[in-house]
């Protein structure tokens, strides 16, 4: 099963450029193609975190990729390989939620923080 295994990882080198890509950027980057571009303070760092997103995707497909070298065509272990790519999508979804939660977070208390000032002068 080389050829699944060259599709991963042609895919992993894929998530790897649009990482370096990312944290080259100078505007911010939307990880999901069909929400708009998110506002934030300050765009290197959610750009870096946007990034290190994308590389631990492919570290993982790379990984999930692996033992498809070593199974045979019809193996009762690919469901395991299966189960692994899911609880990886699960993971990335959630871990872009957390950022994109902590970034409304910060910005709710950035608010909190002027409103204080203007209420002082």
Known sequence: MILPFLVCVGVA???LVMG????????PAGYYTFLKKPE???????????????YIA?????GNAVPLL????????????????????????????????????????RRRRIRRRQRVL
């Open 13 to 15: 080198i894929g998530f």
């Open 20 to 27: 370096i890509k990312i944290r080259k950027s100078d505007k």
């Open 40 to 54: 934030v303070d300050s765009i290197k760092k959610y750009n870096n975190a946007i990034s290190v997103l994308w």
């Open 58 to 62: 492919s570290v993982f497909l790379i």
């Open 70 to 109: 070593f199974l045979e065509k019809d193996s009762p272990d690919l469901v395991m390989v299966w189960i692994a790519c899911l609880g990886w999508l699960i993971v990335l979804v959630s871990a872009f939620w957390i950022i994109d939660y902590l970034r409304s977070v910060n910005k709710k208390r």
